[in-house]
Nanobody, 124 residues
Framework: QVRLVESGGGLVQAGGSLRLSCAAS????????MGWFRQAPGKEREFVAA????????YYEDSVKGRFTISRDNAKNTIYLQMNSLKPEDTAVYYCAVQTDSGAYSYVRSYDYWGQGTQVTVSS
Protein backbone atom coordinates (compact mmCIF):
# COMPACT_ATOMS: atom_id res chain seq x y z
CA GLN A 1 0.00 0.00 0.00
CA VAL A 2 1.28 3.44 -0.95
CA ARG A 3 -0.16 6.63 0.48
CA LEU A 4 0.22 9.85 -1.51
CA VAL A 5 -0.48 13.36 -0.26
CA GLU A 6 -0.52 16.32 -2.65
CA SER A 7 -0.13 19.94 -1.66
CA GLY A 8 0.55 23.32 -3.21
CA GLY A 9 -2.62 23.98 -5.15
CA GLY A 10 -4.45 27.28 -5.04
CA LEU A 11 -5.80 30.24 -6.94
CA VAL A 12 -3.47 32.13 -9.25
CA GLN A 13 -3.84 34.65 -12.05
CA ALA A 14 -3.06 33.74 -15.63
CA GLY A 15 0.68 33.93 -16.24
CA GLY A 16 1.47 33.04 -12.65
CA SER A 17 3.20 30.02 -11.15
CA LEU A 18 2.51 27.27 -8.64
CA ARG A 19 4.56 24.38 -7.34
CA LEU A 20 2.79 21.17 -6.46
CA SER A 21 4.30 18.58 -4.15
CA CYS A 22 3.42 14.94 -3.62
CA ALA A 23 4.78 13.05 -0.63
CA ALA A 24 4.73 9.25 -0.74
CA SER A 25 4.76 6.78 2.12
CA UNK A 26 6.39 3.88 0.29
CA UNK A 27 9.83 2.75 1.41
CA UNK A 28 10.48 1.68 -2.18
CA UNK A 29 9.44 5.05 -3.59
CA UNK A 30 12.75 5.47 -5.39
CA UNK A 31 12.01 2.47 -7.62
CA UNK A 32 8.68 3.74 -8.96
CA UNK A 33 7.72 5.80 -11.96
CA MET A 34 5.59 8.70 -10.76
CA GLY A 35 3.06 10.77 -12.64
CA TRP A 36 0.88 13.85 -12.44
CA PHE A 37 -2.62 13.86 -13.91
CA ARG A 38 -5.43 16.41 -13.85
CA GLN A 39 -9.17 16.39 -14.13
CA ALA A 40 -11.32 19.37 -15.00
CA PRO A 41 -15.07 19.43 -14.27
CA GLY A 42 -16.97 17.30 -16.74
CA LYS A 43 -13.82 15.92 -18.32
CA GLU A 44 -11.84 12.73 -18.05
CA ARG A 45 -8.65 12.52 -16.06
CA GLU A 46 -5.71 13.30 -18.32
CA PHE A 47 -1.96 12.85 -18.26
CA VAL A 48 0.20 15.85 -17.44
CA ALA A 49 3.72 14.60 -16.73
CA ALA A 50 5.68 11.57 -15.57
CA UNK A 51 9.19 10.92 -14.30
CA UNK A 52 11.26 7.75 -14.25
CA UNK A 53 12.41 6.24 -10.97
CA UNK A 54 15.93 7.66 -11.43
CA UNK A 55 14.63 11.05 -12.46
CA UNK A 56 16.65 10.86 -15.65
CA UNK A 57 13.63 10.77 -17.94
CA UNK A 58 10.63 13.07 -17.92
CA TYR A 59 7.57 13.06 -20.14
CA TYR A 60 5.00 15.78 -20.73
CA GLU A 61 1.66 16.27 -22.33
CA ASP A 62 2.03 18.56 -25.32
CA SER A 63 0.07 21.49 -23.91
CA VAL A 64 2.33 21.81 -20.85
CA LYS A 65 5.72 21.31 -22.51
CA GLY A 66 7.98 24.26 -21.84
CA ARG A 67 5.75 25.50 -19.01
CA PHE A 68 5.68 22.63 -16.49
CA THR A 69 8.62 20.76 -14.98
CA ILE A 70 8.38 17.50 -13.08
CA SER A 71 11.11 16.53 -10.64
CA ARG A 72 11.68 14.19 -7.72
CA ASP A 73 13.71 13.98 -4.55
CA ASN A 74 14.04 10.32 -3.63
CA ALA A 75 15.65 11.17 -0.31
CA LYS A 76 12.41 12.93 0.66
CA ASN A 77 10.02 10.51 -1.08
CA THR A 78 8.58 13.50 -2.88
CA ILE A 79 7.85 14.57 -6.42
CA TYR A 80 7.14 18.08 -7.62
CA LEU A 81 5.38 19.82 -10.47
CA GLN A 82 6.59 23.34 -11.14
CA MET A 83 3.92 25.10 -13.20
CA ASN A 84 4.79 28.38 -14.90
CA SER A 85 2.91 30.60 -17.34
CA LEU A 86 -0.36 29.16 -16.11
CA LYS A 87 -3.45 29.47 -18.27
CA PRO A 88 -7.15 29.32 -17.38
CA GLU A 89 -7.35 25.99 -19.22
CA ASP A 90 -4.91 24.53 -16.67
CA THR A 91 -7.66 24.78 -14.05
CA ALA A 92 -8.32 21.30 -12.66
CA VAL A 93 -7.81 19.00 -9.73
CA TYR A 94 -4.26 17.69 -9.96
CA TYR A 95 -3.42 14.16 -8.83
CA CYS A 96 -0.14 12.39 -8.33
CA ALA A 97 0.09 8.66 -8.91
CA VAL A 98 2.47 5.73 -8.54
CA GLN A 99 3.22 3.13 -11.17
CA THR A 100 4.47 0.01 -9.39
CA ASP A 101 4.71 -2.12 -12.51
CA SER A 102 5.57 -1.47 -16.12
CA GLY A 103 3.07 0.26 -18.37
CA ALA A 104 2.52 3.23 -20.62
CA TYR A 105 3.37 6.30 -18.56
CA SER A 106 0.51 8.39 -19.96
CA TYR A 107 -2.31 5.92 -19.26
CA VAL A 108 -4.45 6.30 -16.15
CA ARG A 109 -4.77 2.52 -15.90
CA SER A 110 -0.97 2.12 -15.67
CA TYR A 111 -0.97 3.66 -12.19
CA ASP A 112 -1.84 1.75 -9.05
CA TYR A 113 -2.11 4.34 -6.29
CA TRP A 114 -3.47 7.88 -6.32
CA GLY A 115 -3.48 10.86 -4.05
CA GLN A 116 -6.60 12.77 -3.03
CA GLY A 117 -5.88 15.63 -5.43
CA THR A 118 -5.22 19.33 -5.04
CA GLN A 119 -7.24 22.07 -6.73
CA VAL A 120 -5.53 24.47 -9.12
CA THR A 121 -7.58 27.43 -10.31
CA VAL A 122 -6.21 29.92 -12.84
CA SER A 123 -8.18 33.12 -13.28
CA SER A 124 -8.12 35.15 -16.49
Amino acid sequence: QVRLVESGGGLVQAGGSLRLSCAASARTFSTYTMGWFRQAPGKEREFVAAISWTGSRAYYEDSVKGRFTISRDNAKNTIYLQMNSLKPEDTAVYYCAVQTDSGAYSYVRSYDYWGQGTQVTVSS
